[in-house]
Each structure stands twice: as structure tokens, then as C-alpha cells.
């Protein structure tokens, strides 16, 4: 059985994907992700939605993000010019993302057709609005919750809900959402005022307490 990274404090070490890394550059890359490996489980976690969490793991993405970046890290280290924290929430979200695309595009899967691989900004939407003390004016459970906020906040356009969530509800600054979007920052600034307005909209017609302040 394989140990997951996440579990514990070691990043694993599969030869497969890091033996292109000399010891002294392998070390180094194994504590930048060692640094970053509580907020990547984080950021992959709340994003992962309610149609495909019983599909997909925030410890193997986070497994594959690892073997992900440990073959590009020889190559990138000299020429990013960004902290490499963010450079590593980009692969883990490039992960995600490519993960979503497969889960939904395998004609196998017995998976919702409704279901969006960029679901996944809107499931991370919704856990913060859960987490944050939001509460339904009827007695929906959790899940069901869950569920109807994803589906509302649909509507928005990709790109606004991931800069409404990194922003608002993650916090991140405009500049660290510009690197990890590849946007300019004066665009994040005006599609972030916009989500916001749509999100209260969108909170107010479900019935939830606004706590969007």
C-alpha cells in the first residue's frame, strides 16, 4: 500500500520522478515542498467538488504534483522570478485541472454529463461559504447545501470564480493571483469587484445569511 504524502512530513521519494535531480538540487527541491506542502493539500482539498470527491484525492493529487514539479525543477529553478511556493500551487492546480479533465472526459465513468472540469472554483466557493458560518433558511443538509451553491455559482465565468475565491476567501494578494493566473493585476482588480457584486446576488436568491462583508 502506497503512503501518501500529506500523512506525514516526508515527501516521497520515487526514484522515477526525481532522478534527473542531482542530491544537493533534490534536497533543495524536497524543502521547498516540504515548506509548501500543508498550503498546496489545502488549496487542492477545497477545491475538489461534490460530484467527484469520492473520485479524487487531495493526497494523491498532491503525490502527482510532486512527481510533476520534481521533473521540471532542474529546469525552472533558475528562471522563475516568483517565489517558488507559487510555482508549486501552479502545478498542483494544473493537476487538478487535469485530473478533472479526465475523470469527466472517460466515457467509462458512470460520472453527472452536467459536471464541468472547472467545477472545481466553484467548489472551493462553496466551502468557504460554509465554513464561514453561512447558514440555508431551510433545513437543507450539508451536502445538498453544498451542491446548490456549486450549481449557482456556476453561472460565473471561470476565471472570475477562481479570482473571487483566491481573493476573497483565500485571502491571496492580487499580485500572488496575477502569477498563479497568468492575469495582469488591473484585470483581477475589476473582475474580482464584479464577482463579488454577483456573488451576493447569488447567496441572497438561495437563501443564505450574506456574510460576503
Same mark, same amino acid.
Request: hydrophobic share 35%; with cysteine; aromatic share 8%.
Given at each position: 500500500?502506497?503512503?501518501?504524502?500529506?500523512?506525514?512530513?516526508?515527501?516521497?521519494?520515487?526514484?522515477?520522478?526525481?532522478?534527473?535531480?542531482?542530491?544537493?538540487?533534490?534536497?533543495?527541491?524536497?524543502?521547498?515542498?516540504?515548506?509548501?506542502?500543508?498550503?498546496?493539500?489545502?488549496?487542492?482539498?477545497?477545491?475538489?467538488?461534490?460530484?467527484?470527491?469520492?473520485?479524487?484525492?487531495?493526497?494523491? !493529487?498532491?503525490?502527482? #504534483?510532486?512527481?510533476?514539479?520534481?521533473?521540471? &525543477?532542474?529546469?525552472?529553478? $533558475? %528562471? /522563475?522570478?516568483?517565489? +517558488?511556493?507559487?510555482?508549486?500551487?501552479?502545478?498542483?492546480?494544473?493537476?487538478?485541472?487535469?485530473?478533472?479533465?479526465?475523470?469527466?472526459?472517460?466515457?467509462?465513468?458512470?460520472?453527472?454529463?452536467?459536471?464541468?472540469?472547472?467545477?472545481?472554483?466553484?467548489?472551493?466557493?462553496?466551502?468557504?461559504? !460554509?465554513?464561514?458560518? #453561512?447558514?440555508?433558511?431551510?433545513?437543507?443538509? &450539508?451536502?445538498?447545501?453544498? $451542491? %446548490? /451553491?456549486?450549481?449557482? +455559482?456556476?453561472?460565473?465565468?471561470?476565471?472570475?470564480?477562481?479570482?473571487?475565491?483566491?481573493?476573497?476567501?483565500?485571502?491571496?494578494?492580487?499580485?500572488?493571483?496575477?502569477?498563479?493566473?497568468?492575469?495582469?493585476?488591473?484585470?483581477?482588480?475589476?473582475?474580482?469587484?464584479?464577482?463579488?457584486?454577483? !456573488?451576493?446576488?447569488? #447567496?441572497?436568491?438561495?437563501?443564505?445569511?450574506?456574510?460576503?462583508?
Amino acid at each position: 500500500m502506497s503512503k501518501h504524502i500529506g500523512s506525514n512530513n516526508t515527501p516521497p521519494t520515487s526514484q522515477a520522478s526525481t532522478e534527473t535531480l542531482e542530491p544537493e538540487l533534490k534536497s533543495e527541491f524536497d524543502q521547498h515542498f516540504e515548506q509548501s506542502r500543508r498550503e498546496m493539500f489545502d488549496f487542492l482539498g477545497r477545491r475538489i467538488s461534490s460530484k467527484l470527491q469520492r473520485r479524487i484525492d487531495a493526497h494523491d !493529487l498532491l503525490q502527482e #504534483t510532486y512527481m510533476a514539479a520534481s521533473r521540471q &525543477y532542474a529546469t525552472i529553478r $533558475a %528562471k /522563475i522570478d516568483f517565489p +517558488v511556493r507559487l510555482w508549486l500551487l501552479k502545478i498542483a492546480r494544473q493537476q487538478l485541472i487535469n485530473t478533472y479533465r479526465q475523470h469527466i472526459g472517460s466515457a467509462n465513468r458512470s460520472i453527472d454529463r452536467e459536471c464541468d472540469w472547472n467545477d472545481y472554483s466553484s467548489a472551493g466557493i462553496a466551502h468557504w461559504l !460554509l465554513q464561514s458560518g #453561512t447558514s440555508p433558511s431551510k433545513n437543507l443538509r &450539508y451536502e445538498e447545501l453544498k $451542491a %446548490k /451553491i456549486e450549481q449557482a +455559482v456556476g453561472e460565473l465565468k471561470e476565471t472570475d470564480r477562481e479570482v473571487l475565491l483566491m481573493r476573497h476567501f483565500e485571502g491571496r494578494t492580487y499580485s500572488e493571483i496575477a502569477t498563479l493566473l497568468d492575469l495582469e493585476e488591473s484585470t483581477l482588480r475589476q473582475r474580482f469587484g464584479r464577482s463579488l457584486l454577483r !456573488l451576493r446576488e447569488i #447567496t441572497k436568491r438561495l437563501g443564505l445569511l450574506d456574510h460576503l462583508t
